[in-house]
């Protein structure tokens, strides 16, 4: 007797579900490519004649039909937490002995992870059913990117086994093999598309698109790193739970690793740092966890980490290149800063074309000129940077000369004197007038949804545009003529900009683009004056009295709201109804070891120096701008400068970043 078309359809659901996890999961394929396409050919046209027996979960629905609406913001089940970085085998040791201090323990068995260099989500099951898929987003919401994820093969759409549990979260990393990267490029080019730069941003854009087809073209993976709550599966360690993961269909890095203590966890980082390049995807580091998750749960969490876990870093990688030429950007704050182009070269996986040169002094001061042979370094894999000239080249190019005029609008470009800083003072100067808005809608400030660069871009060019005021005054038939902007998505994003008046009163500030006030920052000044005309109406000595902010801020935030401008436009957005929800009150530690002491920041931070002013802050202490015999530290990260030199000079005690760190810890605020 012949099967039904039901059993028929369902049979070949299983088998090509078995290939998929083979294939995508196993890395280990049964079958070629066009068997597998014949038997989701068979399967395509029995489900397209039999709608009767249509199934979400089938692997012809993996991608949805038309463009996605949008992406809605949704809470994570529990907050999906960053780790603490380290650079140094040195920090790595302190850890370890951080760790082993409230155990009791002489060493720890800890769980080992290359640090995949792709973008985090979490995954929600149900009755086995892969039923949602967030983002990171800002830790404790993310947005619902599950159609997307419902394209990645390797994601399944139905966990394996008869015994699944009815709930399973897992968070895991989604990135892009660099081989497979470079044949998706090389397609493009051959279509005469550009190519993307580097496969963690194309990753992070991609997850983003609202076309699953695009999507689902982008040769995406996934590696689960994270079982949540898995303690209530029976798991004991971390790598039992992601065992479990795995035994349920889940991808997991088969290069996991257990060590025992830290003598051979400091072998593995070294045997790593070469090894890695052998992998065929993109690693800056591993992720280092305490296994036992009893051990974990004693050791609790700082205010944004766990104690139990760390980031550690590679150091930083070169690469030769030539230099092709230098080309001037003006940021947001009208800063305009030299931009090395470079001929391309692949470092850490990805192609690096441009780099930073810092800043004239930095350029002047290391001599590099076009047509020079470079070297390229990522400093902790992250921002591209030209370190040194290769002696010994050919004809070089003459001195880059220091700009007079702005290269984007030709005004006048001022030299800040506290800072290696030149500046275009003209605020509607059109690159500054884009990034402006662009920042103004960003997640970090606003995040104002469907307001990005491009279509910024569009409304500025027709007319609609040339200030933050001017989007509460846009109409859904102003909108609608703009190209890409049909009526759902005019009236998507007008409803969200409608949303961005009820946002808090430290993000309007943020949004706001005055210089030196970061999410730190303008939470301080939040705090203390809880309204914007306060805060608009305060002088720089009043502002100077907010703890943690030093002259340079005050004055900057006081010349901003004192400014023509700056008070036109704090006027025109509260006509709109503009104001920002003032914060509840924080208390600080009143004791520890930053109570009552000042601070000074110098140099380059593994985070913005507003955060690290917060953090300062919260612990009791305050940060000030200028050393002084009455300074009682001064925190000196990467490239720090004069202030370093004056704190030697007048015997101020320096801390490097572990330091800092671990006085954070100790003081239970976490960085």
Known sequence: MSPSIAQRIAALRREIERHDYQYHVLGDPLISDQEYD??????????????????????????????????????????????????????LEEFDARVRKPLGV??????????????????RYEGGRFVQGLTRGDGEKGDDITA?????????????????????????????????????????????????????????????????????????????????????????????????????????????????????????????????????????????KVDSLRDQRRLGLTAKSPRWGIAYKFGSTEAETTLRSIELQVGRTGVVTPVAMLE?????????????????DELERKDIRERDRVVVEKGGDVIPKVVRVVSGGGRRGPRFPIPTKCPVCGGPLTRDPEEAAIRCENLYCP????????????????????????????????????????????????????????????????????????????RLLVALGVRHVGASVARLLAEEFRSLPAIAEAD?????????????????????????????????????????????????????????KSFVLTGTLSIPREEASRLIVDAGGKVVSSVSKKTDAVIAGEVAGSKLEKARSLGVPVWDEARFRKTLDEAGVGA
């Open 540 to 596: 720089a000595e009043a502002l100077q009295q907010v703890p943690g902010i030093g002259p340079e801020i005050a004055a900057s935030v006081a010349a901003f709201f004192g400014s023509r401008e700056g008070r036109a436009l704090v006027r025109r957005l509260r006509e709109r109804g503009v104001e920002g929800r003032p914060p509840t009150r924080r208390r600080r530690a009143e004791h520890g070891p930053f109570a009552g």
């Open 148 to 288: 997307n994820l419902r394209t990645i093969r390797s994601v399944p759409l139905r966990l394996r086994g008869r015994k699944t549990p009815e709930l399973v979260e897992v968070r895991g990393e989604v990135y892009m093999e660099a081989k497979r990267f470079e044949e998706m490029n090389r397609r493009r080019e051959k279509d005469g598309d550009k190519p993307f730069m580097n496969a963690r941003n194309t990753t992070s854009g991609t997850l983003k698109t609202l076309d699953t087809a695009v999507v689902a073209r982008r040769p995406l993976q996934i590696f689960v790193y994270q079982l949540v709550r898995a303690e209530d599966h029976g798991a004991a360690t971390h790598l039992e739970a992601l065992e479990l993961a795995a035994s349920w269909g889940l991808r997991v890095n088969p290069e996991n690793a257990r060590v025992e203590g830290f003598a051979a966890l400091r072998a593995l980082c070294l045997r790593w740092a070469t090894l890695r390049e052998q992998l065929p995807y993109a690693t800056d580091g591993l992720v280092i």
């Open 344 to 360: 391309p070269v692949m470092l850490l996986g990805t192609v690096v074309g441009r780099a930073t040169l810092h800043n004239f």
């Open 106 to 123: 002489e060493q720890v068995s800890y769980a080992v992870e290359p640090k995949v260099d792709g973008v985090a989500v979490h995954l």
């Open 38 to 91: 014949a038997l989701y050919r068979q399967l395509d046209e029995l489900e397209r004649s039999h709608p009767e027996y249509a199934d979400d979960d089938s692997p012809t629905r993996r991608v949805a039909h038309g463009l996605l609406p949008g992406f809605t913001s949704v809470k994570h089940s529990a907050p999906m937490l960053s780790l603490d970085n380290t650079y140094s085998l040195e920090e």
């Open 431 to 506: 690159a500054q007038v884009r990034r402006r808005i662009v920042y103004y809608a960003s997640r970090g400030a606003l995040d104002i949804e469907g307001l990005g660069g491009k279509t910024v871009d569009a409304l500025i060019d027709e007319g609609l545009l040339e200030d933050p005021a001017d989007l509460y005054d846009m109409t859904v038939e102003q909108l609608m003529p703009v190209e890409r902007m049909g009526e759902k998505s005019a009236s998507n994003l007008v409803a969200a900009i409608a949303k961005s008046k009820e946002a808090p009163l430290e």
